[in-house]
Structure formats: structure tokens, C-alpha cells
């Protein structure tokens, strides 16, 4: 696509329960990444895919997260059992592998709101 | 390892000031620089970036010059808007690693 779609915009789920959040990246962008910002922080790295390789997934904050990427596109970040301190912005960026030097472009972000 | 570091906010001006954000940054290797931007309820947007020593990266009349000696990248503008109203990221990477933010400044201009 155009740019790198992210969906929902806005999740609201009660304490405990499960969440997915979806990135489509730029068709073609083999890297992906997921951020989190939280109110009033700034921007938390998570975990990177890189092509084909392992993900880089050292800014996990617990194991209650984890995300996969299907066929090196699709990219879905799962949240076992939220928390309140879950509560974020979950941004997803992409960029084309080798010129990940000029920047990546992001999405509008999903907003996780945990009650 | 690789950081970023951000002058407090909020940023606080008058339409038509002078206008200076600083980041300084720890990098091994060679970065490169980015600015990024983001308006209220709005997604980060590249602002600018420059990617060798002594490159000066501009944008929006937003300007920052990629200064080795001093590890620094300072954003300024010669004249702020209302419209400029924002939060900015200053950020870097290095080869195929992962963009590594500061943690934002807030400019606040008022008419």
C-alpha cells in the first residue's frame, strides 16, 4: 500500500484479556518495527523484523508480548493478559531493507486503552 | 550502546521567535541523523534527516547540521508558527540497526 496501515486505531479491552494489533507495512519494506509510546514518554522500541532473519526481539517488557510477521508482510503484535501500565500508543514502521539509514515511515498508530 | 539525548519541554515561544530543540547522541559507528515530528493527534513524520558529518539537513524552514566534533544535531527554526505546535524526536541509527529515539520535546507556540 500507500503507506503503513495500522489497525484498530483505538482498542479499549478490560484488564486481563488478550489483544492483537495489525501492521501492514509498505508493500515491499522488508524490515518492520514496533514502538510503544506511552503518555507523556517517548518512543519505546520493542521488536524489529528483519527479512528473513531472527527478530530482534530485546525490547520486549515481559513475555506477556510477543509478535510474528506472516509471509514477511502482515505483522501482529499480540498482548496476553493486559495490564493498566499496558495502556500505550503501539506504532508499527517499515522501511526497505538496506537503506534503513534513511529513515522509516510510520503508522498512525494504535491506541490501547486497558480499564 | 547507541542514545539519544533531548532537551526538556516543554518549549514554550512566541509566533515568529527563534526557535532551538538540542540532541546530543552516543553512537558507535558512523549514525545517521533524523529529526521527526509529531502533531497532535497525528503519527511521526520524518522532519529531516542528514546522514554524514557536516551535512545539514533542512525542512519546513527547520534546520540541523550533523556536528561530529560535538556528537550534536540541534534543530532550529529562524521563525516558529503557531502550526509548528508539536512534539519532537530526535533519533538515530547506525547500519542495520534499529532507529533509537530521544524522548521528545514539546513546542508550545503561541500567537
Known amino acids: 500500500g500507500a503507506g503503513v496501515s495500522q489497525s484498530p486505531s483505538n482498542k479499549v479491552t478490560e484488564k486481563g484479556k488478550d489483544v492483537e494489533l495489525r501492521c501492514d507495512p509498505i508493500s515491499g519494506h522488508t524490515a518492520l518495527y514496533w514502538y510503544r509510546q506511552s503518555l507523556g514518554q517517548g518512543l519505546e522500541f520493542l521488536i524489529y523484523?528483519?527479512?528473513?532473519?531472527?527478530?530482534?526481539k530485546s525490547g520486549l517488557p515481559s513475555d506477556r508480548f510477543s509478535a510474528e510477521r506472516t509471509g514477511g508482510s502482515v505483522s501482529t503484535l499480540t498482548i496476553q493478559r493486559t495490564q493498566q501500565e499496558d495502556s500505550a500508543v503501539y506504532l508499527c514502521a517499515s522501511s526497505l531493507l538496506g537503506v534503513a539509514n534513511y529513515g522509516y515511515t510510520f503508522g498512525s498508530g494504535t491506541r490501547l486503552t486497558v480499564v | 550502546g547507541n542514545s539519544v539525548t533531548q532537551m526538556e519541554g516543554p518549549v514554550t515561544l512566541s509566533e515568529e521567535a527563534f526557535l532551538t530543540i538540542n540532541c546530543t547522541y552516543t553512537?558507535?559507528?558512523?549514525?545517521?541523523l533524523f529529526w521527526y515530528v509529531q502533531y497532535p493527534g497525528e503519527g511521526l513524520q520524518l522532519l529531516l534527516k542528514?546522514?554524514?558529518?557536516?551535512d545539514k539537513g533542512s525542512n519546513k524552514g527547520f534546520e540541523a547540521t550533523y556536528r561530529k566534533e560535538t556528537t550534536s544535531f540541534h534543530l532550529e527554526k529562524g521563525s516558529v508558527q503557531v502550526s509548528d505546535s508539536a512534539v519532537y524526536f530526535c533519533?538515530?541509527?547506525?547500519?542495520?540497526?534499529?532507529?533509537?529515539f530521544g524522548t521528545g520535546t514539546r513546542l508550545l507556540v503561541s500567537p
Open positions: 523484523f528483519q527479512g528473513n532473519s531472527a527478530p530482534d
Open positions: 533519533a538515530l541509527i547506525t547500519g542495520f540497526q534499529k532507529l533509537v
Open positions: 542528514a546522514t554524514k558529518a557536516d
Open positions: 553512537a558507535t559507528g558512523y549514525p545517521s
